[in-house]
């Protein structure tokens, strides 16, 4: 699903953000990313969903390779994936309802279609009662789970997570993990970026890590460097 | 990853319509929406729009103080032009019963004897590009002039009339009546043997042409200096409107929209500033038009004229309605091109 060959990323008037990372995610597996803030994590996940561009190497999302891929293409890509943002990123001048069903009208759905399955997503994350309320209204947690059924309700092959739990309790956390990985039950392909080391253990869930812009860690590839400092 | 090998299994069974390498091709997107149909396209089209115009609407009336001043500053720059353009058609139509009275005058020899007179006024009326008016006749001159005049004893002591007979004629209907006409047509008339002199009255109708001419020009001009005034009104307020709504954009951006669906509202936006200040300024007009109507009346009638002011006719009320919309919409298509494509997540 996810392929990176000797991927480089280089920000204009710094070091490399990643250095040489090759990584494969197979189709249909659920992998944490982890690494201390500043390892690579987001960087990784931007070049994944085209927000950052590639300085070397090749990124291959599904046999699409990024790096030829048309501009005007990357809308259709973003909408091959669910993003799942630590802060929300919620539109907070519309209801939780609006606010899941943007992909579904981004994407050209017809209402009665598009009201199934918002409300199915809001189901699935138990938000159904709160459809009609406006974001800010709503606890951290519930913010997060609107924004998770607004990364799923278009039924994505893949979702990224970054630091989705980063503002949450363990309680809470461990909560929205076991959503993703109901999700994962059902075939979609999930990489979800933490720092949260208790949890990924918890889990047991294949591992890639990231230090210093490198790749320590690839449980598929049965690499492992160790934990560095 | 062999750890759980069943779930290759369930996934199939639960979504059968995804199998690997559908999307082998890289050319995805026409293969789905082919499988859609062309129906499904089309009405998701129609559904896309309506929702995005409707959308604009609802935030320009969520912001309707900011929208109305807006709305207000478009409503002014358009009535201005349409209201200088009113008066110019009023005062075209109050001056349009004279052009229609240039008249010409052909002054026959005065040599000529009563019947060769009437055979030279016979050959003009013959002519198709003039219709006479009137004939005066050497000797219906002299009395006239008689009456007019009261010289009637100097009159007496000339032993023949001095004044030649005159046919007074008119452009035909077909004919033009501007001044280059006017004076072509009376030269044509000179040509006629037994024609002394053709004279045409061009002074004023030249001078009412000229001042016209002058001021439709000036309302032209003024018209597209408001134009741009209105163009970069909108600009500005869209772009504004961007600003405000960068972070909405960039999410959009982030969950998979394409430029035309982030474009799509502000050009609405656009489009609905535009309407909504040309419906005011049809508004203003009419609203002057009816405070103008019954002092312009009583002008006229104190001129003994059946003169009304007229206000719009429903073409320029849609010619307005049309401007005032296109506006808007290429003052948010620029300002739109400009801003939009700067905004991207990172």
Known sequence: ?229 | MARRPERGAVRKRQRPGRKGGERRDGRPQKRRRARRGGGARVSAWLQEHPRAALNSLGRLWRHRLASAMTVAVIAVALALPGALWILLSNAQRATGGWDSGARISAYLDPSLDADAANAVADRIAARDDVRVVKRISADEALAEFRDLSGFDEALEALDRNPLPAVVVVEPSGLQARSPAALKHLGESLQQIDGVDRARVDLEWVERLYALLDLVERGVTLLGILLAAGVLLIVGNTIRLDILNRREEIEVTKLIGASDAFIRRPFLYGGLWYGLLGALSAWLLLALSRALLAGPAARLAAAYGSQFRLQGLGPDHVGLLLLTGAGLGLVGSWLAVGRHLRRIEPG
Do not use: C
């Open chain 1, 1 to 229: 699903m996810i392929r990176f060959d000797h991927v480089n990323k280089r920000y204009p008037g710094r070091r490399d953000a990643l250095t040489d990372v090759s990584l494969h995610l197979p189709k249909g597996e659920m992998a944490f990313l982890t690494g201390h803030s500043g390892a690579g994590k987001s960087t990784l996940l931007k070049l994944i969903a085209r927000i950052e561009r590639v300085t070397r190497g090749t990124l291959l999302i599904d046999r699409v390779n990024l790096s030829t891929l048309p501009r005007r293409r990357v809308p259709w890509l973003r909408r091959q994936m669910g993003i799942v943002f630590q802060n929300h990123h919620l539109l907070y001048d519309r209801t939780v309802f609006d606010n899941v069903a943007l992909p579904l009208v981004i994407a050209g759905y017809r209402s009665g279609e598009l009201r199934r399955r918002t409300r199915a997503a809001l189901d699935k994350v138990g938000l159904l009662d709160k459809e009609r309320q406006m974001p800010i209204t709503l606890s951290g947690g519930e913010q997060q789970r609107v924004g998770i059924a607004r990364a799923v309700v278009h039924r994505p092959p893949l979702l990224l997570a970054d630091e989705p739990t980063g503002n949450l309790d363990p309680a809470l956390s461990r909560e929205i993990m076991d959503l993703f990985v109901s999700f994962n039950r059902v075939g979609v392909t999930i990489l979800v970026a933490t720092h949260d080391i208790a949890l990924t253990e918890a889990f047991g869930l294949p591992v890639i890590a990231l230090a210093g812009g490198g790749l320590v860690r690839d449980d598929f590839a049965g690499v492992d460097l160790g934990t560095p400092a």
